[in-house]
């Protein structure tokens, strides 16, 4: 459905409401940072054997050069052979809060590489401003003082008290924010992110940035193509984020976001039925089973012995959407759909989840409960996202928004409605950057999208090459949140033949997963 077709629905009046956050979010002037002095990264050798390590200063606020800064954690694998070095190629694993230290560190390898592109050229990894180790931002002191907080707050509220009670742990939760997460909070919009990324090309000694951004990663990317479009030499966007409806039509970019995860969940149970015996959710119509299991747990909770714990529909829909992401997992999310649905859908009666059970749901957003503070990549993600959404401020505005996106799409339109109500009551603005998009760069950009990409939809990357000036897509069959999770061998030659040499696949070119890379292989 056209983007102006769903606007002209009204979607209960949040257009108005949307416009007015606008009002709220300090906008800066389009433009590139003043240029800066720089020196060079000082590198030093650090785990995993081959690796080198720095930290690198960048401004808190750009527009105060001279004042604060904070450090930027960096982490470089060498050129196989420096000889022959064509320059760095930064890359970003999206998030927003993902590190990209530890991306680096566990996958340089396999970063949208082969061994040729390896040889020659550095592979950098960093953690944005407020992400990792980049000084972290923190909403709390420890992870269980930001479990009790947001403890009471459903992924899915159905119901007025669900309602309630999340929205006031999401106020309590962004007051904490206001309080505790310091003086870079208002600086950590992707504009900032993308004036740090020209820094560092400048630190490393590369005249043109070469770039490869996942998810999030290529909000960095496209952001960093319009700044400085001169500087760029090759960008890899991977996953794209529609950068238009992110920032300037946020809410409409909500809702299309639940459109993907539905629509991948309609292919995954698709595959699955045709897959037979090779999938363990196939028996009967696995749709109406999964509606089924949906329906029932949106009734309540229920324990499910199999299990041995209680499945509400807030677990049951975190789940499909982090399930979906990644098809080399879909074997035992069909198995376990499978169990629930045994365990589920012939029971009548509900069990209450305890407040313990609520406390380690809470957590399970930011990572395992332990004593240090260990939510930073939850604080991240919302320090970013609310600084670069243009979303509406009131947060009763959000439940007939739920309402709205749930009857477009039922399984997932809830959840993305309330994730994105936590913006509501940020309580900073700060520089953001909506445009244009459209500059012409130096040499074209590298569009990838995936079929069923559930987290950025493969419209997103239609779309986004026709919005950048001059870019090609290259399209990827089957499931997966960007190439990453789709082992495409097609894919990763050409991504790599652009990076080293500047060609651009033909147009139309699409590129299947490798045959043992398919979610369900024959029983």
């Not at 947001?150 to 939760?173: C, H, Q």
């Not at 009734?299 to 098809?327: C, D, H, K, W």
């Not at 520089?431 to 069923?452: C, F, I, K, M, S």
């Amino acid at each position: 459905m056209a983007r102006s077709t769903l606007l002209a629905r009204g979607l209960g009046g949040l257009a108005v409401a949307a416009s007015a956050a606008a009002l709220v979010v300090a906008v800066a002037p389009a433009g590139a940072a003043p240029e800066l002095s720089v020196a060079p990264v000082a590198w030093a050798p650090c785990a995993p054997e081959g690796f080198e390590c720095a930290t690198y200063p960048v401004p808190v606020d750009y527009a105060a050069p001279d004042g604060p800064t904070v450090p930027l954690a960096l982490i470089r694998r060498p050129a196989d052979d420096p000889a022959a070095k064509i320059g760095t190629l930064f890359v970003n694993p999206g998030g927003p809060g993902t590190s990209g230290v530890s991306f680096v560190r566990s996958a340089g390898l396999a970063v949208a590489t082969d061994d040729e592109t390896r040889r020659t050229f550095d592979i950098v990894g960093f953690d944005p401003r407020g992400v990792g180790a980049s000084s972290p931002i923190g909403c709390f002191e420890t992870l269980q003082d930001l479990a009790e907080a947001l403890g009471p707050a459903k992924e899915v509220p159905i119901g007025a008290t669900e309602i309630r009670d999340t929205l006031t742990a999401y106020r309590g939760y962004t007051g904490a924010c206001g309080r505790t997460a310091g003086p870079l909070l208002p600086h950590l919009s992707t504009l900032n992110v993308a004036r740090d990324l020209d820094l560092l090309r400048r630190a490393v000694g590369d005249e043109q940035l070469t770039f490869a951004g996942y998810s999030y990663g290529t909000l960095i990317g496209a952001t960093y193509a319009n700044l400085y479009p001169d500087r760029v030499r090759a960008l890899v966007l991977d996953g794209f984020v529609d950068p238009v409806g992110r920032t300037q039509l946020s809410v409409l970019n909500e809702l299309e976001r639940a459109g993907g995860f539905e629509r991948t969940l309609k292919a995954f149970l698709a595959a699955c039925e045709a897959a037979g015996p090779g999938c363990a959710f196939s028996a009967g119509d696995p749709a109406a089973k999964l509606t089924a299991l949906r329906e029932r747990l949106r009734t309540g909770p229920v324990l499910v012995p199999a299990e041995n714990m209680t499945i509400s529909i807030s677990y049951f829909t975190a789940y499909l959407a982090t399930q979906l992401q990644r098809p080399a997992l879909f074997v035992g999310t069909a198995a376990r759909l499978q169990r629930w649905y045994d365990g589920i859908v012939p029971q009548a009666a509900a069990v209450a989840t305890t407040a313990a059970d609520a406390r380690v749901a809470a957590a399970s957003r930011a990572g395992p409960l332990v004593d240090a503070y260990g939510g930073n990549s939850f604080d991240a993600l919302n320090g970013v996202n609310c600084l670069d959404k243009d979303l509406p401020p009131d947060q009763w505005a959000y439940p007939p928004l739920a309402l709205s996106f749930e009857t477009a799409y039922r399984t997932f339109g809830r959840l993305q409605a309330f994730a994105a109500s936590v913006c509501a009551t940020w309580p900073v603005s700060g520089e953001r950057y909506d445009g244009p998009w459209d500059r012409p760069t130096a040499n074209p950009v590298l569009v990838v999208g995936v079929q069923h990409d559930p987290a950025t939809p493969y419209v997103f990357a239609q779309r986004g090459t026709r919005e950048l000036a001059d870019a090609r897509l290259l399209t990827i069959t089957g499931f997966g949140h960007t190439s990453l999770r789709t082992v495409s061998s097609c894919a990763r030659a050409k991504v790599n033949t652009y990076l080293r040499t500047l060609a651009l696949p033909p147009e139309g070119t699409v590129c299947a997963p490798d045959p043992d890379a398919a979610p369900f292989q024959p029983a």
